[in-house]
C-alpha cells in the first residue's frame, strides 16, 4: 500500500475562518511534507516533519500552522488566509534520505 | 539558474510515438531521481525512480541517468492518450537526512488519438 489519503479534497474558506488540512500514511514513514502548487508550477516545499518534529519550515506566514499528532498524521491549520493562498495543498511522506517519496491526491483550497 | 531545469513544453504527440523528456540539474550533491505523472488537479504519481546511472525499464517506461552529464531522462514507448499529463522530474541531495525533492518545473504532454 503506497496510498497518502488528505482530506478534504475540495476547500471553500473565507478570509476569516479557520479549517484544517489533514493526511494520513501507513507506510512507516518517518518524513511528512507539506507542499503548495500553484497552475502550471512545480509544488513548493512548505514544510517537513522528520520523527513528529518540525524539521523545515520554509519562511511560510504564521497563517500556515502544521502539526504532527503522531507518526502518521499530519495537519495543516488555516487562519486569516488571503486570496494568494488559494492553491492545491499536496501531502507527502517517505523513509527520507535518498529514497522515493509518495504524494496524497492534495486539497484543492480557494480562499474568498 | 535554476537547480533543475526541465523544458516545460507542451509537447504534442501522435498516439504509438515514443516520447522522451529530459531534466539536466547543476548540483553534483543530487543522488537519487524520481519521475512523477500528475494529471490535472490530481496529485503527483511516482512512475519511477533510479539511484545509478544507465537505464531502469518498467513496462512502457525507461528512466535514464548520467551523472556525468547531468543528465536525467524518461522514454514512454508506444505512447497512449492516458499518458497525456504534466511529467515532473524530482531528486534528492545525498546530503540531506530530510529527503527534500528538488523538482523540474515539469513538461506537459498530450498524446492524440
Known amino acids: 500500500d503506497t496510498e497518502v489519503t488528505q482530506t478534504p479534497k475540495h476547500l471553500v474558506m473565507g478570509m476569516t475562518n479557520k479549517k484544517s488540512l489533514k493526511c494520513e500514511q501507513h507506510?512507516?514513514?518517518?518524513?511528512m511534507y507539506w507542499y503548495k502548487q500553484k497552475a502550471k508550477k512545480p509544488p513548493e516545499l512548505m514544510f517537513v516533519?522528520?520523527?513528529?518534529?518540525?524539521?523545515i519550515n520554509e519562511s511560510v506566514p504564521s497563517r500556515f500552522s502544521p502539526e504532527c499528532p503522531n507518526s502518521s498524521l499530519l495537519n495543516l491549520h488555516l487562519h486569516a488566509l488571503q486570496p494568494e493562498d488559494s492553491a492545491l495543498y499536496l501531502c507527502?511522506?517517505?523513509?527520507?534520505?535518498?529514497?522515493?517519496?509518495?504524494f496524497g491526491q492534495g486539497t484543492r483550497l480557494t480562499v474568498v | 539558474q535554476k537547480e533543475v531545469e526541465q523544458d516545460p513544453g507542451p509537447l504534442s504527440v501522435p498516439e504509438g510515438a515514443i516520447v522522451s523528456l529530459n531534466c539536466t540539474y547543476s548540483?553534483?550533491?543530487?543522488?537519487?531521481f524520481m519521475w512523477y505523472r500528475q494529471y490535472s488537479r490530481k496529485g503527483p504519481e511516482l512512475l519511477m525512480y533510479?539511484?545509478?546511472?544507465g537505464n531502469k525499464e518498467d513496462g512502457r517506461f525507461t528512466a535514464q541517468v548520467d551523472k556525468s552529464s547531468k543528465y536525467i531522462s524518461l522514454f514512454i514507448r508506444d505512447s497512449q492518450p492516458s499518458d497525456s499529463a504534466t511529467y515532473l522530474c524530482?531528486?534528492?541531495?545525498?546530503?540531506?537526512?530530510?529527503?527534500?525533492?528538488?523538482f523540474g518545473r515539469g513538461t506537459q504532454l498530450t498524446v492524440w488519438p
Open positions: 507527502a511522506s517517505s523513509h527520507g534520505g535518498n529514497t522515493e517519496a509518495f
Open positions: 507506510m512507516g514513514h518517518r518524513a
Open positions: 516533519y522528520s520523527y513528529e518534529k518540525l524539521s
Open positions: 548540483n553534483s550533491a543530487f543522488q537519487y
Open positions: 533510479t539511484y545509478s546511472s
Open positions: 524530482a531528486m534528492t541531495d545525498r546530503g540531506s537526512t530530510l529527503g527534500r525533492l528538488y
